[in-house]
């Protein structure tokens, strides 16, 4: 696949000079101008936050912003040198796309994709996708991933509790749907896909679990380039 399924807006060059309280990242211009942007990413961003390396930023001229710049995303070497996108407000517009769009043939038996879409225990829950019109309705949970260790990306880097919570929900709607859980990998040089254990061992025996008992697992490997992602297809998985 050769063509973008999202497009960057003009985004400005620097190096990252300091993340901290989460929110806030310091990034210096290629101008020399060190400005504060908004790191929409709560995570601990393990191994794609190192200091000094060559980031990327949105502007807004938006009044209502408290901050001006957005980082979108960092370069590593892990492998070979790669953007990787830290945006995490991006992945579930661009799995959208990806739907409307039927580019994943895994997930083609559809004719409606509705977001946001209440489910599980008393319906307090909301799963990203739902796509109907197949024999079965189909529930799509998104996870947003950058972690690596070479060729392997993982998912979580840390305990997620919240994680854990959309397994068991997923694996509670068999056998009357079918449950699928999308893992968007935010970078092209990972093939390889596993659950992360020593970020949450929890996490990864629910996963293996999860399969077991029948949820659909797609780790989805995306291209991440200042001008815009593609999809590249699976990664393998690896357990």
Same mark, same amino acid.
């Given at each position: ?48 936050? +190192? ?5 990327? !930023?949105?502007?807004? &001229?938006?009044? %209502?912003?408290?901050? /001006?710049?957005? @980082? ?73 991933? +950058? ?5 392997? !990306?993982?998912?979580? &880097?840390?305990? %997620?509790?919240?994680? /854990?919570?959309? @397994? ?72």
């Amino acid at each position: 696949m050769t063509d973008y399924l999202y497009h960057y807006p003009p985004l400005l060059a620097g190096k990252l000079v300091k993340r901290y309280k989460r929110f806030f990242a310091d990034v210096e211009l290629f101008s020399g101008e060190v400005v504060t942007a908004h790191c929409p990413n709560t995570g601990p961003m393990t191994g794609v936050s +190192t200091l000094g390396s060559p980031v990327y !930023v949105s502007e807004s &001229d938006s009044p %209502t912003r408290k901050l /001006r710049y957005t @980082l979108e995303m960092i370069e590593v070497y892990d492998n070979q040198p790669t953007w990787v996108g830290v945006n995490t407000n991006l992945p579930n517009r661009i799995i959208q796309l990806a739907l409307v769009n039927k580019l994943i043939p895994e997930l083609s038996s559809y004719s409606e994709v509705r977001g946001e879409v209440p489910y599980g225990e008393d319906k307090k829950s909301r799963i990203d996708f739902l796509l109907t019109g197949a024999d079965k309705p189909i529930y799509v949970e998104v996870k947003s991933t +950058t972690w690596a260790q070479g060729e392997l !990306v993982l998912f979580p &880097d840390t305990v %997620t509790t919240r994680g /854990r919570k959309h @397994l068991k929900e997923l694996m509670a709607l068999l056998p009357d749907a079918v449950p699928v859980m999308l893992y968007f990998i935010n970078r092209a040089d990972c093939p390889y896909f596993a659950p992360g254990d020593r970020g949450d061992p929890t996490y990864g025996k629910l996963f293996r679990d999860a399969i077991a008992l029948g949820v659909k697992v797609l780790p989805c490997r995306f291209e991440v380039s200042p001008v815009g992602i593609r999809y590249l297809g699976l990664a393998e998985l690896k357990l």
